[in-house]
C-alpha cells in the first residue's frame, strides 16, 4: 500500500513558520509605538473642575519659619489664591530633582505653594527642606497616605494647580522641570490667575 498524502510544498511550508515570528514583530512594532507615544505627565485626572479635597493634614512636626511653626494643610487656605499643591518625599529621588526649581518658584509670591509631605518621617522631611530650603506656606503631613488617594495621587512627586475658587485646574505627574515648568505648569498657573482676576 503506497502512502497517498503529499507533502506540503516548500514554499507554503517556510511561510508558516514564519507567521508566527511576522505576528509578534508586528506586535512589538504597535506596542513600542503606542507606549513611546504616551507622556505619564498627562495622565488624566477626575479632579480637574472640581473642588480639592477637603482634607485637613496637620502640620510637619518641629518645621518652623521665624520661629513659628509652619502650618499644616488647610483647604481653606486655597480660597482667593493660587495655589501649588506639591506631593512630595524625602525618599522621592525626583523630589531632590525638582526642590530647587520649587525654591525658585517660592519667589514669586503671585502664588502659594502648599506641600503634601508623603509617607515620610518627621525627621527626614525636615531635614530634606533643610537642605533645600523650605519653599512651602504650609506643610501637612499624609503619613498613612490616604490623603494622597482622595487626591488621585499615583506616585510621588505630583504637583496640583488650585484656582482661587478652590477648584483643581490642572494636575503634573511626576516632578517639576525646568522644561515642563516653563512650558505647562507656569502657563497654567498664569491662566489660574487670569481666570480669577
Known sequence: MSDRSTPAPP????????LPLLAFIGLAVLFWFRLGSGDPSRIPSALIGHPAPQTTLPP???????????????PSA?????????????????CHDEAPLLTELA????FQ?????????????????????????RVGT????RASIEWGVY????????????TIVYKLVGPITPE?????LLPQMEKALKAGS
Not at 142 to 145: F, K, V
Not at 155 to 166: Q, S
Open 180 to 184: 515642563n515648568f516653563r512650558t505647562v
Open 155 to 166: 506616585g510621588v512627586p505630583e504637583t496640583f494647580v488650585v484656582g482661587p475658587a478652590g
Open 78 to 94: 486655597f480660597k482667593g489664591k493660587v495655589s501649588l499643591v506639591n506631593v512630595w518625599a524625602s525618599w522621592c529621588v525626583p
Open 11 to 18: 514554499q507554503r511550508r517556510t511561510f508558516l513558520m514564519v
Open 113 to 137: 505653594l502648599v506641600g503634601i509631605n508623603y509617607k515620610d518621617t518627621p525627621d527626614n522631611a525636615r531635614r530634606f527642606l533643610g537642605r533645600y530650603g523650605n519653599p512651602f506656606g
Open 60 to 74: 510637619l512636626e518641629g518645621l518652623q519659619a521665624d520661629n513659628v511653626q509652619v502650618p499644616g494643610f488647610d
Open 142 to 145: 499624609d503619613a498613612n497616605g
Open 107 to 110: 519667589k514669586d509670591k503671585r
